[in-house]
């Protein structure tokens, strides 16, 4: 496999007999720096993330009358964006496989279907989000109960909207550096990486926002 | 796998040769560390001139200052400092010292300069990603600096900037509009930098430690820088997330920090729904591991300079890199005692006690190795050595208040006055300055290819270090009698005879302060007129003194350092030396 050796592990350039002295560096960790450096961030980041769910518990748990304002509609069109977007992850999954095997058509093309799946969810919950507006949802007001209910919302799901956009070009210009053999399987992998954590996170959100505020029979 | 040999030559990076790309978007470490320390040498001394005003304020209100009157007609009519103006100062003293001053020379600053040569790599492991940190975080002290120069002044919450004083908007105070939305631009921006900074150095010293490079052979400030490096990831991000809170609360309507029924001079505010507590929880989860991020690569630096000048090995290498291990876990365990005073359940504050109890353990056995080390040594007193032996001594004097303050029924007595003050100057600033200033008159030689003066250098140290204690050891016992901290006056009878201590401790200030400028002279004079300096001057066996002094822009000049040696290999005279390179492929040292 190539895709252990990006530009950046400068520390490889070593001769490599003498093996036991070595004790250090990319040989025991075969990381390359930019995975590291990803998972590194993924990390930075699900704790950034975490930071706003522990505000938004914090400030629900203390709230009496936290409104639960999702009707059938809403969750069904929450559980279609979920959908797309664990979909845009399978294609991710065959996108980072087929660069691995270096079918470079294959791996852009997968790379465009991710793409397109963030593009739908975006529009999804952009619809979504001026719904609510209409319905008179603000960050410091709405018409149901605690005004905070606005404002949680907009933060936690804008935040995570803001991953998904930023992704979605990222994605692209992984998929066109890569279509023109600039990048590395590696660097399609490390994408894969950040699409996956941007999902995962819509897993926490789906249920802490949408189904726990779930209008109640 | 096979392929990387052919790879790996792209990384061979040639150094640039104009102007701008050398000195000012480089994207080589070295220059960037002298960036991050020649900014928070400007921040030191923009904080200690404001120091010097707050405590003048204190003790002499009405005096007029020079000029002060025409720089903030508002804050300081006339050259007389009001008493907004004073927690204006303080605020942005405080801000200034624990983010562009401790976070940032320390780890940033002398971290980036030394880290990858420590480790024998050419440069950290993203060299762009490690400029953009750079001038991220210059924005982010621009906007701070900003501050100072908008109508209303810097903002009076302090640098904590609690809501719902920091969340109220401008009619709660002066500095509360345009300065705190600055404020918190400036942090949410230092977080960036301060992230995209730390990931750097964790990918480079797992990845690009050269060969031989065991994680336990790297030098004790390598340990430092990567251990801080993991609590500013874990910490900066949630202070980020505070701070993006807190900018919509300000500008978005939202009410995140602000309770319903809040009333700003007398009109009642359209919030609800959102506690303080919230912003002291993310803020603490942060400040706590912060402390830490300040004072670890100190204990780093003085590990590293007390064995190379006591001419001994560190007494229990594996022991300091637990200790600074676990000192780092149980960071994130305390951040609660900071707000004892908040208001909290007793059982919460029992389960925030001990833990900060428990930190003692490690940071006594730390100390301990210090003095160990320097037993028996053949010690060298040179001003880098006096620097770290002085920082053993204000962190233990400091450390000793923690342990009162670590106990919610002192706490609750102690934590809204002068002792506070006094332990957090002493154990976090003054200690975290000097682990800096013992790894400048350690590191200057190679970093600027001359030799500070040794003179000046005691001067220095000596008049610092009785200064210091003059000016933050009578903070503690007028805390013990009860005086506040943060008031801008203090004009009741009750606290009369307390003021000639402060009188004391200004005038120690004033004195303390003018001394730095003997360092400015010293660090700026030696750059152009100081001795050259040697390839090894300090006969220190780590990998950045087998390099010339300033290095060549790959560090090692095209070839690969190889590592045999632990990195404090020092024993009795053996052929005329008494130390043994990290590269000497020999065996260790005698010792007797």
């Not at chain 1, 799901?157 to 991953?163: A, P, Q």
């Not at chain 2, 500008?251 to 009109?267: E, Q």
């Amino acid at each position: 496999m190539s895709h252990s050796s990006g530009p950046l592990s400068a520390a490889t350039v070593h001769d490599g007999h003498d093996a036991p002295l070595w004790g250090g560096a990319a040989l025991p960790y075969a990381v390359p720096s930019k995975k590291l450096g990803m998972w590194l961030f993924i990390v930075s980041d699900a704790i950034t993330f975490s930071a706003v769910i522990f505000a938004y518990g914090y400030l629900r748990l203390a709230s009496a009358d936290w409104p639960r304002p999702f009707g059938t509609p809403s969750i069904v069109n929450a559980t279609v964006m979920t959908f797309v977007l664990l979909s845009s992850s399978v294609a991710m999954v065959l996108g980072v496989r087929a660069s691995a095997l270096g079918k470079v058509s294959g791996a852009v093309g997968w790379l465009l279907a991710t793409a397109l799946g963030g593009v739908i969810f975006d529009i999804l919950h952009i619809r979504e989000w001026l719904g609510l507006i209409g319905e008179g949802v603000r960050p410091f007001q709405n018409p149901w109960g605690t005004p905070m209910f606005g404002a949680a919302f907009f933060t936690m799901t804008g935040l995570h909207m803001l991953h998904v956009t930023i992704g979605v070009i990222y994605l692209l210009i992984v998929a066109v550096g890569f279509g023109r053999r600039k990048f590395s399987a590696v660097d399609v992998e490390v994408s894969g990486l950040y699409w996956h954590f941007v999902d995962l996170v819509w897993m926490f959100i789906f249920p802490l926002v949408y189904l726990l505020s779930a209008k109640t029979a | 796998m096979e392929n990387m040999p052919t790879e790996v030559h792209q990384h061979h990076h040639t150094a640039p040769t104009g102007f701008i790309r050398k000195y000012i978007f480089s994207v080589d470490h070295k220059v960037i560390g002298k960036q991050y320390y020649f900014l928070a040498i400007f921040s030191v001394f923009v904080g200690m001139v404001l120091s010097w005003l707050v405590r003048i304020h204190l003790v002499w209100p009405s005096l007029h200052i020079w000029g002060l009157g025409a720089f903030s007609p508002t804050g300081a009519p006339g050259g007389v400092i009001t008493d907004a103006y004073y927690l204006s100062l303080l605020t942005i003293h405080g801000t200034l010292m624990v983010f562009f001053v401790l976070t940032t020379a320390p780890q940033a600053g002398f971290g980036n300069y030394a880290l990858p040569i420590q480790i024998g790599a050419e440069d950290m492991a993203f060299p762009v990603l490690n400029m953009l940190s750079f001038w991220v975080t210059f924005l982010a002290l621009c906007s701070l600096v900003l501050t100072l120069f908008v109508k209303d002044g810097p903002p009076i919450s302090g640098w904590t900037a609690y809501p719902p004083l920091s969340a109220a908007g401008s009619d709660a105070g002066p500095g509360l509009g345009m300065g705190q939305n600055l404020w918190a631009v400036s942090i949410a921006l230092f977080c960036i930098g301060s992230l995209l900074g730390a990931l750097n150095f964790i990918v480079t010293t797992v990845d690009l430690r050269c060969k031989g490079m065991t994680l336990m052979r790297m030098p004790l400030t390598c340990w430092a820088w990567l251990i801080t490096a993991i609590l500013s990831l874990l910490s900066f991000a949630v202070l980020f997330a505070a701070c993006v809170l807190l900018i919509l609360d300000r500008n978005a309507g939202t009410s995140f920090f602000l309770p319903a029924g809040l009333l700003v001079n007398g009109k009642l505010q359209n919030h609800s729904g959102g506690s303080p507590l919230l912003w002291q929880h993310l803020f603490w989860f942060f400040g706590h591991p912060e402390v830490y991020i300040a004072i670890v690569p100190g204990f780093g630096v003085i590990s590293h300079v007390l064995s190379v000048f006591s001419r001994k090995p560190v007494l229990g290498y594996k022991l300091v890199v637990g200790c600074l291990l676990s000192i780092g876990f149980l960071s994130f365990t305390v951040w609660g005692h900071h707000m004892f005073l908040s208001g909290m359940s007793p059982y919460s504050g029992f389960l925030f006690s001990v833990p900060t109890l428990i930190i003692t353990i490690p940071a006594t056995i730390i100390s301990l190795i210090w003095l160990g080390t320097v037993y028996g040594g053949r010690l060298r007193f040179t001003t880098s050595m006096m620097f770290a032996l002085g920082f053993v001594s204000v962190f233990v004097t400091g450390g000793l208040g923690g342990m009162f303050l670590a106990q919610p029924s002192l706490d609750i007595f102690l934590h809204g006055t002068y002792f506070v003050v006094g332990h957090f100057h002493m154990v976090m600033g003054v200690a975290a300055i000097f682990g800096m200033f013992a790894g400048t008159y350690f590191w200057y030689p190679k970093m600027f290819g001359r030799m500070l003066n040794e003179t000046l250098g005691h001067i220095h140290f000596w008049i610092t270090f009785v200064g210091v204690y003059c000016i933050f050891l009578p903070m503690h016992f007028i805390g013990l009698e009860g005086m506040p901290r943060r008031y801008s006056g203090f004009v009741e009878d009750s606290m009369q005879h307390l003021m000639p201590v402060h009188t004391f401790m200004t005038v120690a200030a004033l004195i303390t302060g003018a001394t730095q400028f003997i360092f400015f002279f010293n660090l700026f004079w030696s750059m152009y007129k100081g001795p050259k300096a040697t390839e090894n001057p300090w006969e220190s066996t780590t990998l950045e003194w087998t390099v010339p002094s300033p290095p060549p822009f790959d560090n090692f000049g095209g070839k690969v350092p190889v590592v045999y040696q632990d990195a404090y290999e020092y024993g009795d005279v053996k052929n005329g030396k008494d130390y043994v390179m990290q590269t000497d492929p020999a065996g260790q040292p005698a010792r007797s």
